[in-house]
C-alpha cells in the first residue's frame, strides 16, 4: 500500500477574515476542519494575543487540546518568527537567538506540534545550537524554502552539510510550493494591471518568466544579507536587461512593480522533492487563485504532489492561501472558498489513480 | 465593493486637554499578517490634507498605555503588542487639532520584521469627516 499524503491548512490562509472580525482562532479552526483537512498550521503570533503568555498556561493548552479533538484536528506545523533584530540597534546575540528557538520549540510543543517553521533569515549556528533541545522536546526545525530559495542548490548544500555534520533527525525543509509557479499568478498579474501596468509590458514580463521556467531559473546562492543576495539572482536571471527593455518602452512605475513582483515566484523541478524527500518535515502547499473547477492558476500541483507520491511522503501538505494580498487593496478576499477549493485540488490529486 | 478596512471609521476625533484642543487621533490596523512587538515600528508618518507631522508629536496607544515612538523602541512586552486584527490609536499632538469639515489622511507604518531585507512600508489613505 503506497504512502498516504495527509492534507492542512494553515491559518496564514484565513487572514483577512480574522483581520475583518468574521473569524476567530476558533472559526479558523472549525473552517479548516469543513474544508476537509486532518492538519492545522499556526502562526501562534497572528492570533494568540499577547503572544506567547498564554501558550504557557495550562488553561489554553487545554482549550487548545479541546477544539484538536472537536474539530478533528492534529497539530502540524507551528509557524516562528525568529525577531532576531527585536531592538533597532543591534542584531541578538547568538546566545539570545538560540534562546529565542527553544522558546519557539517549547511553545510549539506545548501545543502539541510536530515541527517548527522557521526563516531563510535564521543563521545556521542558530538551527545547529537548538538542536538538542528540538530533539528533548520532540519537534522538528523545518527551514521553509520559499522562491527565490530552491533545493537542489548551492543555498541548500550548507544546509545538507549541517544535517550530515549533526546526524540530526531534527532539521529538514519545508518547501513552500510557491517554488513550482509555471507562471506569475494570475491575480498578482490583474491587481498590477489595476495600478496601471500596460498589457504590451506585461507581455515582456510573462515571456520572460515563461523563458525562465523553460531554461531553467539561476539559483541564489547564501548570504545572510538577503536583499544583497536577492539583487544578485534577480540580475542572473535577466532583470537588469528587462528594466532596460521596459524604459525603451517607456514603462511607468506600475510595469516595474510588476517586473519585480515576477521574481518572487520561481520554478524548481518537482524532481527536487523526490531527491530531498529524507530531509522534508513538512510542505507548504502555497495558493494564489483556484477555479471553481479546481484547478491553481499558477502553481503546478498535479505534478508536484505526484512527486510526493513517488517519494513515498507520508507528511502534511498544509495550504497556504496568499491570493488574498493581491485583492485587498480593491476587491472582496475569499479565503474560506479558496482554502475549501485548494483542499479539494490536493485530494485529487493526491487520491488519483 | 472597496478593499479592506483600515481605518476605524468612527475613530477619528480632536482630542481635547484641559479644555483645549490638544490634537487629534484615529485608529487604524496593521497592515501585515501577525501581531508584533511595538519595538519592530520604525516609524508612523501621518500627513493629513498634505502635511506631515513631526514624529516626536506622534503618541500609539495599544491595551490602554500611551508611547512616543521613541519609547516604542524598547517595548517588548506580551502586554503591549499591536495585535493583529486590532485597532492601535495614533494621536498627534498639535494645537487646535484638525478644523471641523472634510480631511484626507495618509499615513505610513514602517515596520521592520527580522527575516525581511526590507522594511514595510504601506500606505493607508481614506477621508474623513471631523465633526
Given at each position: 500500500?503506497?504512502?498516504?499524503?495527509?492534507?492542512?491548512?494553515?491559518?496564514?490562509?484565513?487572514?483577512?477574515?480574522?483581520?475583518?472580525?468574521?473569524?476567530?482562532?476558533?472559526?479558523?479552526?472549525?473552517?479548516?476542519?469543513?474544508?476537509?483537512?486532518?492538519?492545522?498550521?499556526?502562526?501562534?503570533?497572528?492570533?494568540?494575543?499577547?503572544?506567547?503568555?498564554?501558550?504557557?498556561?495550562?488553561?489554553?493548552?487545554?482549550?487548545?487540546?479541546?477544539?484538536?479533538?472537536?474539530?478533528?484536528?492534529?497539530?502540524?506545523?507551528?509557524?516562528?518568527?525568529?525577531?532576531?533584530?527585536?531592538?533597532?540597534?543591534?542584531?541578538?546575540?547568538?546566545?539570545?537567538?538560540?534562546?529565542?528557538?527553544?522558546?519557539?520549540?517549547?511553545?510549539?510543543s506545548l501545543l502539541g506540534f510536530q515541527s517548527l517553521r522557521t526563516l531563510v533569515s535564521t543563521p545556521m549556528d542558530v538551527i545547529e545550537g537548538s538542536l538538542a533541545y528540538a530533539e528533548k522536546v520532540g519537534v522538528k526545525i523545518g527551514l521553509e524554502v520559499h522562491a527565490p530559495f530552491s533545493l537542489n542548490s548551492t543555498w541548500a548544500d550548507g544546509y545538507m552539510e549541517l544535517i550530515r555534520r549533526s546526524g540530526s533527525r531534527y532539521f529538514g525543509f519545508i518547501p513552500d510550493m510557491g517554488i513550482f509557479c509555471r507562471r506569475v499568478p494570475d491575480v498578482v498579474t490583474d491587481k498590477w494591471r489595476r495600478m496601471g501596468a500596460r498589457e504590451d509590458c506585461i507581455a515582456v514580463v510573462d515571456d520572460a518568466y515563461c523563458g525562465r521556467v523553460e531554461k531553467g531559473f539561476v539559483k541564489i546562492r547564501y548570504d545572510l544579507n538577503l536583499g544583497k543576495a536577492n539583487m544578485e539572482y534577480r540580475n542572473a536571471n535577466g532583470l537588469a536587461v528587462l528594466t532596460e527593455q521596459l524604459q525603451k518602452m517607456n514603462a511607468g512605475p506600475a510595469d516595474f512593480g510588476y517586473l519585480n513582483s515576477s521574481y518572487t515566484y520561481s520554478w524548481s523541478d518537482p524532481q527536487d522533492i523526490i531527491d530531498n524527500i529524507d530531509h522534508i518535515v513538512h510542505c507548504h502547499a502555497k495558493c494564489y487563485n483556484t477555479t471553481a473547477d479546481y484547478r491553481e492558476t499558477a502553481v503546478a500541483i498535479p505534478e508536484v504532489v505526484a512527486a510526493y507520491r513517488k517519494a513515498g511522503y507520508d507528511g502534511y501538505l498544509s495550504t497556504e492561501y496568499e491570493g488574498g494580498e493581491s485583492l485587498r487593496d480593491a476587491l472582496p478576499v475569499d479565503g474560506i472558498e479558496q482554502v475549501r477549493r485548494h483542499q479539494e485540488a490536493l485530494r485529487r490529486a493526491i487520491e488519483v489513480q | 465593493?472597496?478593499?479592506?478596512?483600515?481605518?476605524?471609521?468612527?475613530?477619528?476625533?480632536?482630542?481635547?486637554?484641559?479644555?483645549?484642543?490638544?490634537?487629534?487621533?484615529?485608529?487604524?490596523?496593521?497592515?501585515?499578517?501577525?501581531?508584533?512587538?511595538?519595538?519592530?515600528?520604525?516609524?508612523?508618518?501621518?500627513?493629513?490634507?498634505?502635511?506631515?507631522?513631526?514624529?516626536?508629536?506622534?503618541?500609539?496607544?495599544?491595551?490602554?498605555?500611551?508611547?512616543?515612538?521613541?519609547?516604542?523602541?524598547?517595548?517588548?512586552?506580551?502586554?503591549?503588542?499591536?495585535?493583529f486584527g486590532d485597532f492601535a490609536t495614533v494621536t498627534v499632538l498639535t494645537e487646535g487639532g484638525l478644523s471641523a469639515g472634510k480631511h484626507h489622511i495618509s499615513t505610513v507604518q514602517v515596520v521592520a520584521p527580522s527575516y525581511m531585507p526590507f522594511q514595510l512600508e504601506p500606505v493607508c489613505e481614506a477621508d474623513f469627516e471631523i465633526n
Open positions: 500500500m503506497s504512502a498516504q499524503i495527509k492534507r492542512s491548512v494553515s491559518l496564514y490562509s484565513y487572514q483577512d477574515e480574522y483581520y475583518s472580525g468574521k473569524l476567530d482562532l476558533e472559526g479558523c479552526l472549525a473552517e479548516t476542519a469543513k474544508a476537509g483537512a486532518t492538519g492545522v498550521e499556526l502562526l501562534a503570533e497572528e492570533m494568540i494575543r499577547q503572544f506567547p503568555n498564554p501558550i504557557l498556561t495550562e488553561e489554553f493548552q487545554e482549550q487548545w487540546k479541546g477544539w484538536m479533538a472537536k474539530y478533528g484536528l492534529t497539530p502540524t506545523c507551528y509557524d516562528a518568527f525568529l525577531e532576531n533584530r527585536i531592538f533597532d540597534n543591534r542584531t541578538l546575540s547568538l546566545g539570545e537567538q538560540v534562546e529565542m528557538m527553544e522558546r519557539d520549540l517549547k511553545l510549539a | 465593493m472597496a478593499g479592506r478596512q483600515i481605518y476605524d471609521p468612527e475613530g477619528f476625533r480632536n482630542v481635547e486637554k484641559d479644555g483645549k484642543t490638544e490634537g487629534f487621533s484615529f485608529r487604524f490596523k496593521l497592515q501585515y499578517y501577525r501581531g508584533i512587538t511595538l519595538s519592530i515600528i520604525r516609524d508612523i508618518k501621518v500627513t493629513v490634507d498634505g502635511k506631515t507631522y513631526p514624529r516626536e508629536d506622534v503618541r500609539l496607544s495599544v491595551n490602554g498605555e500611551t508611547f512616543t515612538l521613541e519609547e516604542t523602541r524598547t517595548v517588548i512586552s506580551p502586554l503591549y503588542r499591536w495585535e
